[in-house]
T-cell receptor, first 111, second 114 residues
Framework: KQEVTQIPAALSVPEGENLVLNCSFTDSAIYNLQWFRQDPGKGLTSLLLIQSSQREQTSGRLNASLDKSSGRSTLYIAASQPGDSATYLCAPDNYGQNFVFGPGTRLSVLP | DVKVTQSSRYLVKRTGEKVFLECVQDMDHENMFWYRQDPGLGLRLIYFSYDVKMKEKGDIPEGYSVSREKKERFSLILESASTNQTSMYLC?????????????FGSGTQLSVL
């Protein structure tokens, strides 16, 4: 059964810093992996989807990488802003539409 | 943009009541999902559906049922609500294809069972 961990559990940084969020998963036979953002009390917003054949995906200040063989993905946020404060979750998909969500990293960007 | 709409933002029900949570998506997505999210336990899949009138159990289906009579609508039913079903319920949808199966979520329904 797929198990997903995210490190760190919480992170507080000053505005402008570059930061890296880590996601590890135990079963490397995945179709793809998504990164999501969740604001308090709200639903999730998909940020990036990396297919199993890809190494990375970029969207604006966000860059996600995938090392399928080692069961790792990272989300890189450049020049962080207070509006980036949220919980970030990763979710690998093993069997087509069977997403397993990590516990999330709670990010606070201080002005 | 895809819109996934959940009928209620907050809901308070009493133990034993039958509860309906409704979810509608407007982008003709084949797949629809119901998750619940609890502190310390994360998101857990309750049920999902690949097509109209089709349903599959997720990881925690006990105490729940679902209905998908139309492609755009996926309902979660709590037959007899219990206090341990107090949670945030999230609906999601996606396209059928493996290549581009981004999940789109609704805003969630915070259900309290008293």
């Amino acid at each position: 059964k797929q198990e997903v961990t995210q490190i760190p559990a919480a992170l507080s940084v000053p505005e402008g810093e570059n930061l890296v969020l880590n996601c590890s998963f135990t079963d490397s036979a995945i179709y793809n992996l998504q990164w999501f953002r969740q604001d308090p009390g709200k639903g999730l917003t998909s940020l990036l989807l990396i297919q199993s054949s890809q190494r990375e995906q970029t969207s604006g200040r966000l860059n996600a990488s995938l090392d399928k063989s080692s069961g790792r993905s990272t989300l890189y946020i450049a020049a962080s802003q207070p509006g980036d404060s949220a919980t970030y979750l990763c979710a690998p998909d093993n069997y087509g539409q069977n997403f397993v969500f990590g516990p999330g990293t709670r990010l606070s960007v201080l002005p | 943009d895809v819109k996934v709409t959940q009928s209620s933002r907050y809901l308070v029900k009493r133990t034993g009541e039958k509860v309906f949570l409704e979810c509608v998506q407007d982008m003709d997505h084949e797949n629809m999902f119901w998750y619940r999210q609890d502190p310390g336990l994360g998101l857990r899949l309750i049920y999902f559906s690949y097509d109209v009138k089709m349903k599959e159990k997720g990881d925690i289906p006990e105490g729940y049922s679902v209905s998908r009579e139309k492609k755009e609508r996926f309902s979660l039913i709590l037959e007899s609500a219990s206090t341990n079903q107090t949670s945030m319920y999230l609906c999601a949808s996606s396209l059928e294809t493996v290549i581009n199966e981004k999940l789109f979520f609704g805003s969630g329904t915070q259900l309290s069972v008293l």
